[in-house]
């Protein structure tokens, strides 16, 4: 497929203005496809190849990173997911100095908008491209919107079955913003992606100068640029002129389990439910007469949830439907029943109420 280069050029003028005047790299053109990849990725260009590099899988999903706005200072009221995986690539052709890149347009959405099948979808492409024995990329790196971004990171780090690297970006400030976070982002991201000091340390979430492991990292703050955080555990490393530095060896978080989703074609339903005073979860069994399979309780603290609330909860659960004990709060630990009597709540542990959903939808 010939690469729509009109839009590419314009979008990658629009966002590389000044370093535009002064190009500290040469620009290497995209090209249509030559070498065959399997069918299974189904690849909007290819980067012109330069042996010795590294082969990294752009899929790119939406979000503000390929968002765009008629006003450079707009940064509220734009439309996410308009620019497409060719023209954020072309925008910084430094990336082809690191990485020889397919792109691969999965969706381009909101994140709000990103479906149970897109994240199973890249979950099994990523695995496809990085864990068989004779894999075709040696990276890969996923754009998506920050809204539900460690959501889908969380689920790959959850499904990928070996310690290659996916990093997963976006950006706070849509592609046509003054000082656009995405294509610095993407440039890191993909520059941490294919570094061996990167694997074996999960799926990696690269925004704003640092990385941060997908278990634990999450959104912290709806607008400014340092959003992305992992209170407790901190961040993992953060790139120097681009390159990642690690602050550690790699590791891997004390509860993180792995599922093989390789086989599974669909995910049940799971719907998350917020706790507050007088809560009372009353739409629980209008939720079960139209599929769901399990609930997360959001609650108040380490997993509070009102008596009333519970009324309902334990309805659920002698239906044989389970529900995890997650809390609002978003950071802190639901601890573990020693000794659970049946039919009680799982706890989260260290799981946020989302990435609670995500597990449970996996087990
Ligand atoms: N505002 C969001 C973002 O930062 C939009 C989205 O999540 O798609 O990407």
Known sequence: MLVNVSLAVAVAASLLGSAAAA?????KQLVERKVNASPDFNITFSSSHTDGLPRTLIMATGGTIAGSSASATDSTN????????????????????????????????????ITDDIVLLISKLANKALCGSDP???????????????????TLDATL????????????????????DGPSNLLEA?????????????VLVVLNDRICQALYCAKTNANALDTFKAYEQGFVGGPLSTKPFF????????????????????????????SHQMATFDGVNASVANGAKGFIGAGTGAGGISPWAKQNLA????????????????????????????????????????????????L
């Open 161 to 180: 079955m070996c310690d290659k690297t996916v990093v997963v970006v976006g950006a706070m400030r849509p592609a046509t913003a003054i000082s656009a």
């Open 247 to 274: 602050y550690y060896p790699p590791s891997q978080p004390t509860f993180k389990t792995v599922y093989d989703l390789s086989n599974v074609t669909s995910l049940p339903r799971v719907d998350v439910l917020y």
């Open 78 to 113: 734009y439309r996410a997911g308009s620019i497409g995986v060719a023209a954020l690539v072309d925008a910084v052709p430094q990336l082809l100095n690191v990485s020889n890149i397919d792109g691969m347009q999965v969706s381009n959405v909101d994140s709000g908008s």
């Open 136 to 154: 075709e990329y040696d990276a890969v790196v996923v754009t998506h919107g920050t809204e539900t971004l460690e959501e889908t990171a969380y």
């Open 190 to 202: 993909v520059t941490t992606a294919v570094s061996p000091a990167s694997h074996g340390r999960g």
């Open 315 to 362: 309805y659920v659960m002698s239906q044989g439907i389970p529900v995890v004990a997650s809390t609002k709060i978003n950071n802190g630990v639901v601890a573990p029943d020693e000794d659970p009597a049946a039919g009680s709540y799982i706890s989260s542990a260290l799981l946020n109420p989302v990435k609670s959903r995500r597990l449970l939808q996996s």
């Open 23 to 27: 190009p500290l790299v040469a620009v």
